[in-house]
Nanobody, 114 residues
Framework: QVQLVESGGGLMQTGGFLRLSCAAS????????MKWYRQAPGKVREFVAS???????YYADSVKGRFTISRDNAKNTVYLQMNSLKPEDTAVYYC????????WGQGTQVTVSS
């Protein structure tokens, strides 16, 4: 079955960086767009970044220029490099793929202190 397992979250200070990973299994990873979302306390889940099967990338305005999404099809893994972190980046970050329906990982907590 489809599995998405995120890792790499943690506690960082403002201006720091983190690299999130999402290991995927149960589907042909290279064929599908992969996305990152995040959900802050008391807020709705929001789109962060996506990468197409052809490696085109898209970003939310709030992270453009600071975050970079990438994928390694040989490892069935998608990454999110997060630089210049801000307190408003604090959230649980989720990996997502959609084909018949949306699939989500368990999430990884990112906390940025001011």
């Amino acid at each position: 079955q489809v599995q998405l397992v995120e890792s790499g979250g943690g506690l960082m200070q403002t201006g720091g960086f983190l690299r999130l990973s999402c290991a995927a299994s149960g589907f042909t990873f290279s064929r599908y767009p992969m996305k990152w979302y995040r959900q802050a306390p008391g807020k709705v889940r929001e789109f962060v970044a996506s990468i197409m099967s052809g490696d085109s990338t898209y970003y939310a305005d709030s992270v453009k220029g600071r975050f970079t999404i990438s994928r390694d099809n040989a490892k069935n893994t998608v990454y999110l490099q997060m630089n210049s972190l801000k307190p408003e980046d604090t959230a649980v970050y989720y990996c997502n793929v959609r084909f018949t329906r949306h699939y989500w990982g368990q999430g990884t907590q990112v906390t940025v202190s001011s």
